[in-house]
């Protein structure tokens, strides 16, 4: 049949609406039954899950997926305090080389598998060769060995009396444990497997890369018996599943949680607290306690002169810019230390005389240390409101100084692109970027990266044999007595060759619905299991 | 007919080799690099330098270039460097929601049309003026502000409609109609805005020519007067900007899909970009070129319908 005008011109609209009412059989997706509003906890996520592998990555949405679907041989408390998780015992041998873990029961995998030593074994294999904390333990691991289907005998070099806090560690990649046949991937490529032993099951046939996470409730999970407390104790759950929605639009998130269609927000620009307090039928809640701070690049002048870093603590005051970062005084504290203040080392800041804004102290120091008016590359990330508002406080402060800024705007990912260059700031190197970190990975030497200096320390690359010495002292001592006498100690030597710039602690914010109990807001990476919502 | 189209998809070629060596080189030169972003924030210099070779992008602009393009004439889009998946599986998990919505945008604005009809017909009284204002309003307005003013009005205070997400006509259409429904209305106004004038435009010069005026001497009736004279002869600006305006919506309409968290390829090109995702990237541009391509094309095969005249060009 030939196609005429008029034909056309009458068809033209209906065709539209028909391909608008075509099955979707190219490019649609199967719905799948789902339990009631009341038993579904939806949240909306900080970030679109994207890679599945919490070992590969350190990104935090990847990170709460493994919460959910894995577990681990210990979990820290409220207090910080690792506890027995999948363990049912540890012990240590009298010379401390020896170490012996026996799994509980009723482990299984979400195929119905047993958890073994041996998935054990195969699972810190892969986690020791990726995560800092786990070379660390590795460094003197000398044997890792299944004993029996449910005992790992890890025997090793030298004492290392971290083993409960590395398996327990909360960020970077925590020591999850898989199914060994999973656990033999190489650990620079990503897992594609997301069978676990955790509290829940993830639904890939519901996963909608960039917008949508499901997982529901394992029916096969026992949960320990002790009550929940922090990451420890039963993991129970209470809902039948949690919807994670990636929005990316602040503005509609608040509408979506205002509105009831979500119970929880896991990330909210800290300036959108005002208007969460207006919202009917939600609660503002603290989030992650981060810790600020400052890299300083000590390769390059003027910044490679101890005075010149020493300089830079006398530019800030930390109530002016965390108030410009939070706006909130209930959700910031100051911290003149090297060390999380909320840690166990905090209180050893009282070492060494406070610092304090004093723009002509740090002039003198500067010109001591010969600074010649030469550009000061600082990298300021847009994207990240905490790093934006600390870069433009410190610039105008530098400059109040005397100093030639550059402040070069970019987002995270450009950031972490030019941070690990060693190039001159006139080069395309940097002098300075902001950044933060969760205050408990600051609260000791253990896990400190920005304490370590010399070949593997982060970028900035400070050298300071005194100060390397004295915190691989703090990791091998093995009484409280010492460890806190070498945290004073490096707390002091860090006031001298300043490894880094800490501008305060300060909470992320988070809001849930009023009916929602449970939720621990604070943890560093949100946990969805003890949450219940209120009848 | 068929060597008419067989030329012109032979003339795509050259265009797309172009554009994706542009966008390739654009791409390799921005300060953002894939593998710092893979390895994350804790990654030392000799892991990410171990990851740039891994992945390949040590090497030569043109040598990568090269290998791209090769995969690329086998079918092959590449492998996302972030999410380790293949490029054209991730382009058509996004095709849905975006396809959906230009499709309901272009019906939405199709309603522009006589409302232009009706302007040009009674220029200049206050009708005219009423839909030169709503023109004007929705060409000046951003489309994140009519996005938020109508998630206020209708998720928020009324709760007709969800604020967020998209589901697939599959699961019914109610619900796809509902989800759809606001960011349909939040682009189809700036769209429909421009339609409106366009078509106030044309028809305002097709309505002035002599014949038009014969005809009303000759006393036809307005109907067929539009209908059969006027509206045929001014249809092609009209298709013109509703067509380029329907690639342009294929491509991905960035704003509407994160207001309305609608998982549709303009969000999947942005946070590629963000990542340095550089074959996602690389898969959308070609994509979304060729939707261009094909869709002009089309435009060009829908004209000689409309106008004789062309088609006896």
Redesign the interface.
């Known amino acids: 049949m030939a ?3 008029r034909t ?2 009458s068809t033209a ?1 209906l065709s ?2 028909a ?7 190219s ?5 799948a039954p789902a339990p009631s509003r009341a038993k579904t906890l939806r949240v909306l996520a900080q970030a ?1 899950l ?2 599945l592998d919490p070992v590969w ?3 935090a949405i990847t990170l709460e997926h493994g919460y959910l679907i894995y577990d681990k041989l210990f979990e820290r408390d409220s207090k910080g305090v690792p506890q027995l998780q999948m363990a049912d015992s540890h012990t240590v041998s009298a010379d401390q080389l020896v170490h012996t873990i026996t799994l509980r029961d009723k482990l299984r995998f979400h195929d119905d598998a047993p958890v073994t030593a041996n998935d054990v074994v195969k699972s810190l294999a892969r986690w020791g060769k990726r995560d ?1 904390i786990g070379q660390q333990l590795f460094g003197v691991v000398e044997e890792m060995v299944p004993v029996s289907e449910k005992v790992v005998r890890i025997k090793l070099k030298a004492p290392f009396s971290n083993m409960r806090l590395a398996l327990s560690n909360i960020r ?1 990649n925590p020591a999850f444990i898989m199914p060994a046949t999973v656990a033999e991937t190489d650990p ?1 490529t ?1 897992i ?1 497997s997301t069978v676990g032993s955790g509290p829940f099951i993830f639904r890939r046939d519901l996963w ?5 996470a499901v997982y529901d409730k394992s029916p096969t999970y026992v949960p320990r018996s002790e009550p929940t407390d922090g990451y420890s104790g039963g993991k129970r759950v209470h809902f039948d599943r949690i919807e994670f ?5 602040y ?2 998130a608040l ?2 949680i ?2 009831g ?1 979500a119970d929880i927000w896991e990330l909210l620009p800290n300036d959108f607290a005002p208007l969460i307090a207006k919202a009917p039928g939600v609660k503002l809640a603290k989030g992650m306690l981060a810790t600020g701070l400052f890299g300083v690049n000590h390769l390059y002048p003027p910044f490679d002169q101890p005075k010149a870093r020493q300089a830079l603590l006398h530019l800030i005051d930390q109530e002016e810019l965390l108030t410009t970062v939070t706006g909130n005084p209930q959700f910031f504290q100051q911290c003149q230390s090297f060390f999380a203040c909320s840690g166990p080392y905090g209180a050893s800041a009282k070492s060494f005389e406070a610092w304090k804004l004093d723009i002509p102290k740090a002039k003198q120091l500067l010109a001591e240390a010969g600074y010649d008016g030469r550009k000061i590359v600082l990298l300021d990330t847009t994207d990240i409101a905490a790093l934006h508002a600390s870069s433009l406080y410190l610039a105008q402060q530098l400059r109040r100084a005397g100093m030639n800024v550059d402040l070069q705007a ?2 995270w ?2 950031t ?3 941070y ?1 260059l ?1 190039k001159s700031p006139a080069e395309g190197g940097w002098s300075i970027y902001s ?1 933060y970190s969760a205050a408990v990975e600051q609260s000791s030497p253990f896990g400190h ?1 920005y304490l370590i200096t010399g070949d ?1 320390a ?1 970028p900035g690359w400070p050298i300071d044999p005194d100060l390397e010495k004295l915190r691989l002292n703090w990791l091998a001592a093995t009484t409280d007595a010492a460890r806190t006498s070498l945290a004073a100690q490096i707390q002091k030597r860090s006031a001298e060759v300043v490894p880094f710039v800490p501008w305060g602690e300060f909470y992320t914010a988070r809001a849930n619905r009023e009916d929602i109990k449970g939720f621990f807001s604070e943890a560093p990476i949100p946990i969805y299991w003890g949450i219940e919502r209120k009848t | 007919m068929i060597d008419f189209v067989i030329k012109r998809l032979l003339l795509a070629l050259p265009v797309m080799a172009v554009v994706s060596f542009v966008v390739f080189s654009l791409l390799l030169l921005s ?3 894939p593998a ?3 390895a ?6 000799q892991a ?1 330098a ?2 740039r070779a ?1 992945m390949g992008f040590d090497q030569p602009l043109i040598v990568q270039y090269g290998k791209w393009a090769q995969q690329l004439l086998h079918g092959n889009l590449g492998v996302s460097v ?4 293949p490029v054209i599986d ?1 382009i ?5 929601p975006t ?2 919505l230009a ?2 945008v ?2 939405v604005t ?1 309603f522009a049309v006589p409302l232009g009809v009706i302007s040009s017909w009674w220029a200049g009284r206050p009708i005219d003026r009423l839909v030169m204002a709503f023109a004007a309003i929705g060409t000046a307005t951003p489309i ?1 502000l009519f ?2 003013l109508l ?2 009005l209708f ?2 205070k009324l ?1 007709l409609f ?5 589901t ?4 019914g ?1 109610g619900p796809f109609l509902s989800h759809i429904a606001l960011p349909t209305l939040t682009a189809g106004i700036a769209y429909g805005a421009l339609v409106a004038r366009v078509s106030r435009s044309s028809m305002l010069e097709v309505l002035n020519q002599d014949y038009m005026r014969t005809a009303k001497a000759k006393g036809l009736s307005v109907h067929k007067m539009i209908f059969r004279h006027a509206l ?1 002869n001014c249809a092609i600006p009209i298709v013109t900007v509703i067509g380029t305006r329907f690639a342009a919506l294929l491509g991905g309409i960035v704003v509407t899909e ?6 549709g390829i303009g ?2 090109c942005v ?1 590629a970009i ?3 995702d550089y074959p996602v990237v690389q898969g959308v541009i070609i994509v979304v070129s060729l939707v261009y391509i094909l869709v002009n094309l089309a435009m060009d095969l ?1 004209y000689p ?4 005249r062309v088609r006896a060009s």
Do not use: W
């Open positions: 196609i005429n005008r056309f011109l609209s539209g609406s391909l608008a009412l075509l099955p979707g059989s490019f649609g997706q199967t719905p679109a994207k890679v990555t350190t990104a800092v970077g620079n990503q594609t909608r890369s960039g917008s949508r929605i990636y929005i990316p639009d503005t509609t509408n979506v205002s509105s269609e970019m987002d990912s450009t972490i692109s030019r690990p060693k950044t990266r593997n982060a | 300060p953002t690099n710092a972003v893979i994350g924030d804790y990654a030392t210099p990410i171990e990851i891994k972030y999410e380790n998946r991730m058509a998990e996004r095709a849905e396809v959906s499709i309901c272009v019906l199709l994140f996005a938020y998630i206020g998720s928020t709760k969800p604020t967020y997400g998209f697939s006509i599959t699961a259409v045929p994160t207001v309305f968290a609608i998982p969000r999947l946070d963000l990542h340095g829908i319908l409309i106008d004789p």
